[in-house]
């Protein structure tokens, strides 16, 4: 398993550096928001995960289109987030356990 808080870090400068020299809306920084959207899921900060996703959908929609690959691979982790939160509430009872997502 790797080092996530140092790749966290790298992350974050990496991404402060793209929106100073980029802007907010600029491809590679959404592919930066993915990654750390990735890397707080694997933590399992799902919550999190999901807030970053978010933050990139938007920006690949605007700039690459509804079509586009890396829009599907966005919906396709925000699909595993919704069907991990299940998973992981179930012992809990599902019928009574709050979603964060919603």
Known sequence: MGNHQQ???Y???ALSIQ???LGEEHTEVADTLHNLGILHKAVGNHQLGKE???RVLP???EKLG???TDVARTLHNLGNLHRQWVTISRPRSIT???C???
């Open 100 to 102: 964060p997502f919603n």
């Open 59 to 61: 920006i690949q929609l």
């Open 7 to 9: 790749a966290k870090e």
């Open 66 to 68: 509804p079509e586009h």
């Open 96 to 98: 009574n356990a709050p």
């Open 11 to 13: 992350y974050e400068r």
């Open 19 to 21: 929106l100073e020299k």
């Open 52 to 54: 970053y996703y978010e």
